[in-house]
């Protein structure tokens, strides 16, 4: 037990984790040299491409120290972006301690605070790491500073590396076994902790776990706490880093279990798997990921929808964040409404389903859960905004806050400042960093985050600002349903939920563009944008004219007159009764509208 030590690497994006991971496996001798490429834990094509992890990976690797004295060394690869907080706090709670790693030319950025701030509720320690000593523009010594200051300690406890060279590796690997503490299982029977799980065909679920009391082998009657579900370990193993079979798991020890369960919503990452009838207590902590954003899925043909209902299916049995449920649009037909942890994780959804899948998707506009209370005190949660209650059936509406942490150059600080204000944002702190950048700390609504905030942070700092987030409560939203009416009937696609301050200008603008790109009818097609019990904004498409009177050749005026007359009043009664057909070319361009 005490020859073990299991450990994570925590950092901003781009900071070197994967890089490092890379030399501690090649040091370690855990991969062969001709077996060893960059980012060999990253193992989906997507996260090479990227350059980001997505999804976890453990590695154990085998290491003599200095002292003679062979250890055991478990490491957790962590996502690096805020969409994946939820999965790193769970891999966080599987180890004793961290590597703090951050980036020898760009300092402490806004997710470093984020990630250390997990780890120190998770009681991990600390071991401060700056990386990438060996880049042009590297700062070392003022790094080492600034980073001894953030966590109060000496700056000689800050060690330097380079994953590219290797460069203090070996040196990293001693701090590992001193300063982590080994394993300190408690006498009760057997518990593990999930903090991963994957899916194949054959095996079912494959669950990632630390062990944190007594042994699991193969053949035991295991349940889950929190599920409730029994099952029988088929196969248990380690990761090395590919799966390698073992007899059991030990106290300590982190690896997997094969649960031949193929049935999605069972196992969630955080529950406390237990010997069956054990009574043994779970390990605390529990709780299911929230989806904070929705947006509707649909297949560009109905004929796959089958197909579409199974690839999200699938991609559930290992990925317990994504939630999903049918429904139908008069537009797309039928679909899928689905909840992602933010931005990123509906990225990366949306493309795992269009290339591990081959599905041509149509993705709606993202939206937000909002609180929604009627006048009969009925309270409802409604994440779609065809679902929300009439303008006068409301009493009043909640919607979830972030606190938001920026750091920010020092040039850039007023353009910021009138950025929160754009989107509703308050900044309620500020702090100088020794480099002379500014931490900005704001609290806003999630739906302004979303509203293209991260892209107008990078457009503002000209790409230097860094930003994390973490959730807050709900508070009471001002905002209103706008509604597009076209020919008189609404369409609920194109409607969406907006500050009550923007509205007007929201309704204008879609107005305009529908204006700008609706096919012309054989009769009138009227545009309006409806919110607030009224009309915010109006315009007309004129119709289709035929030459009626281009057969006649002179004769009196009046023949010419009467045919004219009968066509205006032919258009008259079709306008009156006239059904809308939109293209569905139309509805992507709406769709696809950036000023969300």
């Known amino acids: 037990m005490n020859s073990i030590r299991n450990f994570s690497i925590i950092a901003h994006i781009d900071h070197g984790k994967s890089t490092l991971a890379d030399r501690l496996l090649e040091r370690t001798g855990t991969i062969e040299a001709r077996k060893m490429r960059d980012q060999v834990l990253d193992k989906m094509d997507l996260e090479r491409e990227r350059g980001i992890t997505i999804k976890m990976q453990p590695a154990r690797m085998a290491y003599t120290a200095k002292s003679g004295t062979p250890y055991i060394l478990n490491l957790i690869d962590t996502p690096g972006h805020i969409d994946f907080a939820y999965e790193v706090s769970r891999a966080l709670t599987a180890v004793e301690g961290v590597i703090l790693?951050?980036?020898?030319?760009?300092?402490?950025?806004?997710?470093?605070?984020?990630?250390?701030g997990m780890a120190q509720k998770a009681g991990c320690v600390i071991i401060p790491v700056i990386s990438k000593i060996d880049a042009p523009a590297a700062r070392p010594d003022e790094i080492k500073e600034e980073l001894a200051t953030l966590l109060g300690v000496d700056e000689s406890t800050v060690l330097a590396v380079s994953g590219r060279t290797g460069e203090g590796v070996e040196d990293l690997l001693e701090a590992i076994v001193e300063r982590i503490p080994e394993p300190r299982p408690s006498e009760t029977d057997a518990r593990a902790s999930i903090f991963d799980f994957s899916y194949s065909t054959h095996r079912g679920i494959t669950v990632f776990v630390r062990v944190f009391d007594g042994s699991i082998k193969k053949g035991d009657v295991l349940s889950f706490a929190a599920a409730g579900n029994r099952f029988t370990a088929l196969e248990t193993g380690i990761f090395m880093p590919d799966e390698k079979i073992t007899?059991?798991?030990?106290?300590?020890?982190?690896?997997?279990?094969?649960?031949?369960?193929?049935?999605a919503g069972v196992v969630?990452?955080?529950d406390t798997i237990l010997k069956d009838k054990s009574g043994t207590p779970a390990l605390g902590g529990f709780e299911r990921p929230r989806p904070v954003v929705w947006a509707s899925v649909y297949p560009e043909s109905q004929d796959s929808l089958a197909d579409l209902r199974q690839a999200l299916e699938r991609l559930r049995l290992s990925d317990s964040s994504l939630s999903f449920e049918e429904e139908s649009s008069g537009v797309l037909g039928r679909g899928f409404r689905c909840g992602f942890l933010g931005m990123l994780h509906l990225e990366i959804v949306t493309e795992r389903l269009r290339r591990e899948f081959d599905l041509e998707l149509?993705?709606?506009?993202?939206?937000i859960a909002y609180s929604v209370t009627d006048k009969n005190d009925k309270k409802e949660t409604v994440y779609t905004p065809s679902r929300f209650p009439a303008f006068g059936d409301i009493s009043y509406i909640e919607e979830p806050w972030v606190n938001v942490i920026l750091i920010t150059p020092a040039d850039a600080l007023s353009g910021m400042i009138q950025l929160f204000h754009d989107h509703e944002g308050a900044v309620m702190d500020t702090q100088t960093h020794r480099d002379g950048r500014i931490e900005l700390s704001a609290e806003m609504p999630l739906r302004e985050l979303m509203r293209g905030f991260f892209d107008r942070?990078?457009?503002?700092?000209?790409?230097?600002?860094?930003?994390?987030?973490?959730?807050?409560?709900?508070?009471?939203?001002?905002?209103?349903?706008?509604?597009i009416v076209v020919a008189d009937e609404a369409v609920p696609a194109?409607?969406?939920?907006?500050?009550?301050?923007?509205?007007?200008?929201?309704?204008?603008?879609?107005v305009e563009k529908l204006h700008d790109i609706l096919p012309r009818q054989m009769f009138v097609t009227k545009i309006q944008a409806h919110?607030?019990?009224?009309?915010?904004?109006?315009?007309?498409?004129?119709?289709?004219?035929?030459?009626?009177?281009?057969?006649?050749?002179?004769?009196?005026i009046t023949r010419k007159m009467k045919l004219l007359e009968k066509q205006k009043k032919g258009k008259k009664r079709r306008g009156e009764h006239a059904k809308m057909d939109i293209p569905q070319e139309v509805f992507m361009k709406m769709v696809q509208d950036s000023d969300r």
């Open 362 to 367: 149509i993705v709606t506009i993202p939206t």
């Open 457 to 483: 942070v990078k457009n503002v700092s000209s790409g230097y600002a860094s930003l994390s987030y973490e959730f807050l409560d709900e508070r009471p939203a001002d905002v209103v349903k706008l509604e």
């Open 268 to 270: 969630a990452v955080g």
């Open 247 to 263: 007899d059991s798991l030990s106290a300590g020890e982190i690896g997997y279990i094969v649960t031949g369960i193929k049935e």
């Open 101 to 116: 790693l951050v980036d020898s030319t760009q300092g402490v950025q806004a997710q470093t605070l984020t990630t250390l």
């Open 531 to 556: 919110a607030l019990g009224r009309i915010l904004a109006s315009r007309s498409i004129s119709a289709l004219r035929k030459d009626v009177t281009g057969y006649l050749y002179g004769g009196d």
């Open 494 to 510: 194109f409607a969406r939920i907006v500050s009550r301050r923007r509205v007007q200008e929201e309704g204008e603008r879609m």
